[in-house]
């Protein structure tokens, strides 16, 4: 195979004495004979979760495949470092290990870690230079070959027409094709960035991780079915004292980007939080809130929902068990409080029992949960009375007709979708993202909000400055 | 559904018995459809034999590669009289298919995947756990209804089509056939007729009913260029410097020319304001549109179709601005690809347990019968010549059956459409699947054969 140019500068994956032939991805083919300190298989596994938490929440934000790539850059440089250079390989591959133990047990969870570790894979392949790149695709052994020169000169125009067709600049005379059946490269095929006759299709070289990609998960994904008939034949039990747990408590962390520590927002105070609640929370949070304030009271589902809202709003813990108490002192009493509430307040922020950091509900989460007679969890998209809705949606100042807007999403039983139109409505600015996390809704708001205020400052001053 | 249109029962059963007896000096049946007529048909028309071997793929033979049970893994499902639909009926050979279907004689009858176990008796796998059911086979299927042209056809809407509007189901044929064999390698292809308002296409090759959702997707989305957007008429926007080969060969084969010699004209798109303004609204560029307003204000009167006329006009300003950048001179592209591109029902195609009528079924509408469409010949299609219903009873009246055997529908209407399903498309058909049994199996022998050398 000629080898064209090189693309890119070293990749930032390398470890420092790398061979300049040896890519750096593992494909995992084989599960690793390495000695594991119990410690480490949990703290790897955490990091490379970060990592593909990361990516989840990048792709859910709909960056664009450049910032893909310097998002796991980046992501990958931060979590997977080792101060041992050797032990960056070690961790790579045992840390995959590990999320296969915990991502393998229902199909849900296999998709997503398919998903996150062939996007993963995408990136870190595209970082490689073009020599570990092609070492990689050596050692996939593909069976396809490379379009020899004549059949090349048949279809160049075609393939030329493809290239320009998707607005890249006409490649040069030597580079690679590979002639692929259609199904191995189903992304490029939907998108017409490939030339297909007769059932094959013309993958370029710089096209090529398509067809890795395809390979990589088809393999990850009957792994995943093996481990997992390993798991619940033998490990689950052999295994009940040392990695079941720790497996088991992985696999309860929430799928989505993580909101349990507030990045963008750093704090909110106890003070600013009556008129924060109005500006700022989705409706489901907004409700709690008021019912919270209305009645001294929320039961179990309605305080698991608000209080790890609020943390990942950046409610420090001292201030939420003040909120709290505040609260329901006034309807059981500061001792009942401090005897049967505090601890759950405490432990939402992992101060109490065991390892478990209990992340803010997902808005999949809570529209998927059932509240009872008396709870007010729950999403209200969903769990209103259309007449309730319509008031709630009055309440919030939504106009009557994206209020339409709204009922229309929620008997199509779109609620994340109706989320979206409300904030839409709310802000008066759009929300490409789509709504997936309250908190994400929260911060979302704010960013908004803040760049208003920064901007009416500016304005405030230019006005000045003329007077 | 259809039950205001059966009626005057009594009388027409005595016509069709006198078959038998003499004839009567009036053959005619009255128009329509009812359940006494499709009991006739399937009685005596309907081709159990000849579906059951497409729907086989070769299965039925004696090859010790054969897989018996796969005809009997099938979907089958039937929509009775009184709007009853029964879901997963399955049938393990010819007697039981024709025996359900006249026995009771559904209104409409859909084909659905073939699945990991009888589908009939899938509950009782569901309990066993192992055995999971899931489809795993399908036909790549295509359903298109002319009723997703309406902003764009203004002849007719909705249900409804006529000789002006039918051609844009000959186009989609047209465009779709030839990408499925060009550029997807695939060789057996069945188009249908649906019977009232549209097109519905079965890819039948071994590597099409293997494929999987998401590579049912990529081809959906590879053929699909509509935008749904319902705010604005342009529908359709084209990026990059020049078309994919796709639609390259789409355009210059098949949309240019049936847009620009048939579709403006059958469909007066410049001859008034409120037609032409539609068209506007699709160039994005001021000067060009007052441009063009103030050529056709005056009205008037010229030789020529004024359709025709006034498109040399937009093409003429969009091509020639040279100045203006990709985006203008593409407009002619978009405004063609608007008006005549495909339009996909999208999810049909991109999953495998989506159903599809059956061919050879009655419209309850309209009488006619589902007949394939040869796309060689789809010009040729016209809907309203299809056999329907009472003319097939006619026929029956006046002994044009045959004696039984292959050819007995020969002297039907119906028999030219049973000749093509037989030679040009079930019999390539076969003789393929026949091969790749044959070969898969040998594969197969001479792998165990291996493993047991190591
Ligand atoms: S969609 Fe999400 S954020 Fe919006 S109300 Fe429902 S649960 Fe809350
Ligand atoms: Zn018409």
Not at chain 1, 208 to 230: C, D, E, G, I, P
Request: net charge neutral; glycine share 6%.
């Amino acid at each position: 195979m000629e080898i064209v140019g090189s693309r890119r500068k070293n990749s930032s994956f390398s470890s420092a004495d790398d061979a300049a032939v040896v890519s750096t991805i593992p494909l995992y083919r084989s599960a690793p004979e390495l000695e594991v300190r119990l410690d480490d298989f949990e703290l790897y596994a955490i990091h490379r979760l970060r990592v593909l938490k990361g990516i989840s929440d990048g792709l859910s934000r709909g960056k664009k495949p450049n910032e893909m790539e310097n998002l796991t850059k980046e992501l990958w440089k931060v979590n997977m470092r080792n101060s041992e250079a050797s032990e960056v390989a070690n961790k790579d591959i045992i840390s995959h290990y590990v999320l296969r133990l915990v991502y393998c047990r229902e199909e849900e969870l296999r998709k997503w870690f398919l998903s996150m570790e062939t996007t993963l894979f995408r990136y870190r392949f595209q970082l490689e230079t073009t020599d570990a790149q092609r070492a990689l695709l050596k050692e996939f052994d593909l069976p396809y070959k490379a379009v020899s020169n004549a059949e090349y000169e048949s279809v160049k125009e075609k393939l030329n027409q493809v290239v320009r067709s998707i607005g890249q600049p006409l490649s040069s005379a030597d580079t690679i094709y590979y002639k692929v059946p259609f199904e191995q490269v189903p992304d490029l095929v939907a998108t017409r960035r490939v030339f297909i006759f007769k059932g094959y299709a013309y993958v370029a070289m710089n096209q090529v991780v398509s067809l890795l990609m395809t390979q990589y998960r088809s393999h990850l994904s009957k792994a995943l079915v093996l481990t997992n008939r390993k798991w619940t034949s033998m490990i689950l039990e052999q295994e009940k004292d040392r990695l079941t747990p720790i497996v088991e408590a992985l696999s309860t962390s929430y799928l989505g980007p993580d909101y349990s520590q507030p990045r963008e927002y750093g704090e909110i105070s106890l003070k600013d939080i009556d008129q924060v609640a109005k500006s700022s929370f989705p409706l489901c949070m907004r409700h709690l809130f008021e019912k919270l304030r209305e009645d001294h009271h929320l039961k179990h589902g309605g305080r698991m929902q608000l209080g790890l809202f609020l943390k990942g709003v950046g409610l420090k813990l001292d201030d939420a068990l003040a909120f709290w108490k505040a609260e329901f002192s006034r309807k059981v009493g500061a001792e009942r409080f401090d005897k049967e509430y505090a601890y759950g307040i405490r432990h939402n922020y992992g101060k109490e029992g065991k390892r478990t950091d209990y992340t803010p509900y997902s808005c999949q989460k809570i529209i998927s949960s059932t509240p009872g007679v008396g709870d007010h969890h729950g999403c209200p998209y969903r769990h209103f009375s259309e007449e309730n809705l319509r008031a709630a949606l009055d309440k919030m100042g939504v106009g009557n007709r994206a209020v339409q807007d709204v009922m229309d999403k929620v008997r199509n039983r779109h609620y994340q979708l109706a989320c979206t139109l409300t904030f839409e409505a709310i802000h008066g600015a759009s929300c490409d993202a789509g709504i997936n996390h309250p908190n994400q809704y929260y911060n979302d708001s704010k960013n908004i909000l803040e760049s208003r205020v920064r901007a009416t400052r500016m304005v405030d001053t230019l006005m000045y400055a003329e007077v | 559904m259809v039950r205001e249109e059966v009626g005057e029962i009594g009388r027409d059963d005595m016509l069709i018995d006198g078959v038998e007896t003499e004839q009567k000096p009036n053959n005619e049946v009255p128009d329509g459809f009812n359940v006494n007529y499709l009991k006739i048909y399937y009685g005596k028309f309907f081709p159990y034999a000849d579906m059951h071997k497409w729907m086989s793929y070769g299965n039925d033979g004696k090859h010790p590669g054969c897989d018996q049970s796969y005809f009997g893994r099938r979907e089958f499902s039937f929509t009775l009289d009184n709007d009853i639909y029964l879901r997963f009926q399955s049938f393990n050979n010819v007697p039981e298919l024709e025996n359900a279907i006249k026995e009771k004689c559904p209104f409409k009858i859909d084909i659905g995947p073939v699945y990991s176990v009888d589908p009939a008796k899938r509950h009782a796998y569901a309990q066993s756990g192992d055995n999971v059911f899931t489809p795993v086979e399908r036909e790549l299927i295509f359903d298109i209804d002319i009723s997703d042209y309406d902003d764009v056809r203004f002849c007719c809407s909705g249900a409804d089509v006529c000789p002006e509007c039918w051609p844009l189901m000959t186009v989609t044929i047209k465009v779709i056939d030839t990408a499925l064999r060009d550029d997807f390698g695939f060789n057996h292809i069945l188009w249908v007729y649906s019977g009232r308002r549209g097109v519905h296409c079965w890819v039948c090759d071994g590597k099409a009913r293997r494929m999987t959702n998401e590579q049912r997707a990529a081809i959906t989305e590879y053929l699909h260029v509509h935008k749904g957007n319902e705010n604005s008429l342009k529908k359709v926007t084209l990026v990059g410097q020049s078309l994919h080969p796709f639609l390259g060969r789409s355009y210059t084969e098949v949309l240019k020319d049936f847009f620009e010699e048939k579709f403006i004209s059958s469909q007066n798109l410049f001859s008034d304001e409120e037609r032409y303004e539609k068209i506007l609204e699709m160039i994005p560029d001021e000067s060009i549109t007052s441009e063009l307003r103030g050529k056709w204000q005056d009205n008037k009167r010229v030789r020529d179709d004024i359709n025709v006329v006034r498109w040399s006009h937009v093409k003429h300003l969009l091509q020639s601005s040279k100045h203006k950048g990709q985006g203008i001179r593409k407009c002619v592209e978009e405004i063609v690809f608007t008006f005549t591109y495909p339009r996909l029902d999208l999810e049909v195609s991109k999953h495998m347990n989506h159903l599809l009528k059956a061919p050879f079924c009655i419209h309850p509408k309209t009488g006619r019968v589902c007949v394939p469409i040869d796309p060689k010949h789809c010009e040729e299609f016209d809907p309203s010549g299809v056999p329907t219903l009472s003319k097939l009873l006619e026929e029956l009246n006046m002994g044009a059956l045959g004696t039984g055997g292959e050819d007995e529908l020969d002297n039907t209407s119906l028999g030219e459409s049973i000749r093509y399903f037989r030679t040009s498309f079930l019999q390539p058909l076969l003789k393929s699947c026949k091969e790749e049994i044959e070969s898969s199996y040998t594969a197969k022998i001479q792998q165990s054969k291996n493993s047991l050398n190591w």
